[in-house]
């Protein structure tokens, strides 16, 4: 479990607060079940005040194997951007190259079928004056999902975690893409409390609405582990 704070650019200067937690159970030794949640509260200049979040389910098949399946549902909102709801259904392979005691690279692909809900929320003001519809627009079907993983422990106390994504909507004549990556640290103050840093960049090439191409996120958390 942990608690953030986080500042972002949007159409204003955005802070967040907000809760997250997250429990992981190994079966059997070779799966792994993730289930996680979190929920914000975000601050939209001087007068908004919204909410994200997301839930999140994954499962892991057999990760004694170099190439393994993983399955993923999730649900999420983030109205500061305008994305009023996402739902979607993972399938990936899961390819190990390396994986030590103290450092771990994967890289995975497969598909993901998605339903997002986006509103306006997030669009600057001036190019909100000149659309003459304001409906919310609602967008289904396929998108290829890739990414690629490290994860190293860099000393008892210090461990850091990297990862780059790729997406592409399967739809002809369209194609939205969208690539990122995160890059986490952590510090290890006692034995179940940490400090995190974590910023996450993300470059939507077509978005639904109006909004900025460019997205960043930027979190400092205090992290309790059971």
Same mark, same amino acid.
């Given at each position: 479990?942990?608690?953030?704070?986080?500042?972002?650019?949007?159409r204003?200067?955005?802070?967040?607060?907000?809760?997250?937690?997250?429990?992981?159970h190994?079966?059997?030794?070779?799966?792994?079940?993730?289930?996680?949640?979190?929920?914000d509260?975000?601050?939209?200049?001087? +007068?908004? %005040?919204?909410s994200? #979040?997301?839930?999140f389910? @994954? &499962?892991?098949?057999?990760?004694?194997?170099?190439? *393994?399946?993983?399955?993923?549902m999730?649900?999420?909102w983030?109205?500061?951007?305008?994305?009023? +709801?996402? %739902?979607?259904?993972? #399938?990936?392979?899961?390819? @190990? &190259?390396?994986?030590?005691?103290?450092?771990?690279? *994967?890289?995975?692909?497969?598909?993901?079928?998605?339903?997002?809900?986006?509103?306006?929320?997030?669009?600057?003001?001036?190019?909100?004056?000149?659309?003459?519809?304001?409906?919310?627009?609602?967008?289904?079907?396929?998108?290829?999902?890739?990414?690629?993983?490290?994860?190293?422990?860099i000393?008892?106390?210090?461990?850091?975690?990297?990862a780059?994504?790729?997406?592409?909507?399967?739809?002809?004549?369209?194609?939205?893409?969208?690539?990122?990556?995160?890059?986490?640290?952590?510090?290890?103050?006692?034995?179940?409390?940490?400090?995190?840093?974590f910023?996450?960049?993300?470059?939507?090439?077509q978005?639904?609405?109006?909004?900025?191409?460019?997205?960043?996120?930027?979190?400092?958390?205090?992290?309790?582990?059971?």
């Amino acid at each position: 479990m942990s608690g953030i704070f986080n500042s972002q650019t949007q159409r204003n200067v955005v802070n967040q607060y907000g809760l997250r937690s997250e429990f992981a159970h190994r079966i059997n030794a070779h799966h792994v079940i993730t289930i996680a949640g979190s929920f914000d509260l975000i601050t939209n200049g001087t +007068q908004r %005040v919204l909410s994200g #979040g997301y839930l999140f389910t @994954r &499962f892991r098949n057999k990760i004694n194997r170099v190439f *393994y399946p993983e399955l993923m549902m999730q649900y999420q909102w983030f109205e500061v951007r305008g994305m009023e +709801q996402k %739902v979607a259904f993972t #399938g990936n392979y899961r390819y @190990r &190259f390396i994986r030590t005691e103290k450092i771990s690279l *994967y890289a995975a692909a497969g598909i993901m079928m998605e339903y997002e809900k986006w509103g306006y929320t997030g669009v600057p003001a001036e190019k909100t004056a000149m659309l003459t519809n304001l409906e919310p627009i609602h967008i289904w079907g396929p998108r290829f999902n890739s990414y690629i993983s490290y994860d190293h422990a860099i000393n008892d106390k210090v461990d850091l975690d990297i990862a780059a994504y790729y997406t592409l909507r399967m739809e002809p004549n369209e194609g939205r893409r969208r690539i990122g990556y995160h890059a986490r640290v952590s510090f290890k103050i006692t034995e179940h409390l940490s400090f995190r840093t974590f910023m996450r960049y993300m470059y939507d090439f077509q978005p639904v609405v109006p909004v900025p191409t460019f997205w960043y996120n930027f979190n400092n958390e205090l992290v309790y582990t059971f």
